[in-house]
């Protein structure tokens, strides 16, 4: 297996986090859990393998397009075959330019984005099956998108609001906190818990949750602290809160979640 990551054009910077490449040879069932990132992801599949995600009723196979929702719990995912696939990860709350939907409709699943979308997106998939190389894709995708983006041009200024929204967020996420951010923008804290729904499909609290989780990932593929300096620095009052918080986005502890690395999941820790 392997991943490659490619930077957007710089008028989608502020909107996409990157783009990436995975490619996979082998034949072999591959089976993973996915965890909360706080972004959501459009893939473009390219190649011959399926991929099939964890339902109520079972596994189904994913679309050639697939939009990935918000993820707020494990998610099991299986695979076969070899895999080409294009992804673009957004930002978490920037995935609204390109959507008039309710972000949350999409949370916990892989939906198909040419049910969203419509021709464009499926031409879109068919240019880049065709297209001569990756630069050629990366091309394609930025020319896509920026237009998409010019379109939106109306919900840059709104977009730009929630962004800060979410940058104060993280540095202090209490209830008190929260009210005073709001005035800081001169809103109500009830539009401001509304605006950041709206936006990335989670409440501010779970945003929260998420970010200090995503933090606490990245520190442990850092592999340069123990577990308790871990929690802290990733915001968690106590080891015991860093621990269930932890388990109820991944169904493992920390230290079993070291032993079981995998290489789906390391795409959160970039």
Same mark, same amino acid.
């Given at each position: 297996?392997?991943?490659?990551? !490619?930077?957007? *054009?710089? @008028?989608? %910077?502020?909107?996409?986090?990157?783009?990436?490449? !995975?490619?996979? *040879?082998?034949?072999?069932?591959? =089976? &993973?859990?996915?965890?909360?990132?706080?972004?959501? =992801?459009?893939?473009?599949?390219?190649?011959?393998?399926?991929? =099939? +995600?964890?339902?109520?009723?079972?596994?189904?196979?994913?679309? %050639?397009? =697939?939009?990935?929702?918000?993820?707020?719990?494990? /998610?099991?995912?299986?695979?076969?075959?070899?895999?080409?696939?294009?992804?673009?990860?957004?930002?978490?709350?920037?995935?609204?330019?390109? /959507?008039?939907?309710?972000?949350?409709?999409?949370?916990?699943?892989?939906?198909?984005?040419? &049910?969203?979308?419509?021709?464009?997106?499926?031409?879109?998939?068919?240019?880049?099956?065709?297209?001569? +190389? !990756?630069?050629?894709?990366? *091309? /394609?995708?930025?020319?896509?998108?920026?237009?998409?983006?010019?379109?939106?041009?109306?919900?840059?200024?709104?977009?730009?609001?929630?962004?800060?929204?979410?940058?104060?967020?993280?540095?202090?996420?209490?209830?008190?906190?929260?009210?005073?951010?709001?005035?800081?923008?001169?809103?109500?804290?009830?539009?401001?818990?509304?605006? @950041?729904?709206?936006?990335?499909?989670?409440?501010?609290?779970?945003?929260?949750?998420?970010?200090?989780?995503?933090?606490?990932?990245?520190?442990?593929?850092?592999?340069?602290?123990?577990?308790?300096?871990?929690?802290?620095?990733?915001?968690?009052?106590?080891?015991?809160?860093?621990?269930?918080? !932890?388990?109820?986005?991944?169904? /493992?502890?920390? +230290?079993?979640?070291?032993?079981?690395?995998? *290489?789906?999941?390391?795409?959160?820790?970039?």
């Amino acid at each position: 297996m392997e991943f490659r990551h !490619f930077q957007p *054009a710089k @008028v989608l %910077a502020p909107y996409i986090r990157h783009y990436y490449v !995975f490619e996979s *040879a082998g034949n072999a069932v591959y =089976e &993973d859990t996915v965890f909360p990132s706080g972004d959501m =992801e459009i893939i473009f599949n390219l190649g011959e393998g399926i991929w =099939e +995600s964890f339902r109520e009723d079972g596994f189904q196979n994913n679309p %050639a397009i =697939e939009l990935w929702g918000q993820i707020t719990r494990p /998610l099991q995912i299986r695979s076969s075959g070899a895999h080409l696939m294009l992804g673009v990860r957004f930002f978490t709350h920037t995935t609204s330019f390109l /959507l008039d939907d309710e972000i949350a409709i999409f949370n916990d699943q892989v939906s198909d984005l040419t &049910d969203v979308m419509g021709a464009g997106i499926r031409h879109l998939h068919g240019t880049l099956q065709e297209a001569p +190389s !990756f630069t050629a894709r990366i *091309a /394609l995708l930025d020319e896509f998108f920026t237009s998409r983006l010019m379109r939106a041009s109306g919900r840059q200024e709104r977009l730009d609001r929630v962004a800060h929204i979410l940058t104060s967020i993280t540095k202090d996420a209490t209830e008190n906190n929260i009210g005073r951010i709001a005035g800081t923008f001169g809103i109500t804290t009830r539009y401001l818990h509304k605006l @950041v729904y709206q936006h990335t499909g989670l409440s501010p609290k779970s945003f929260d949750k998420i970010h200090r989780f995503k933090t606490s990932l990245k520190l442990i593929g850092e592999n340069k602290m123990p577990l308790t300096s871990i929690a802290y620095d990733a915001g968690y009052f106590d080891q015991s809160h860093f621990i269930r918080d !932890f388990k109820s986005f991944t169904g /493992l502890t920390p +230290s079993a979640y070291i032993s079981n690395l995998s *290489a789906v999941n390391q795409m959160l820790i970039n």
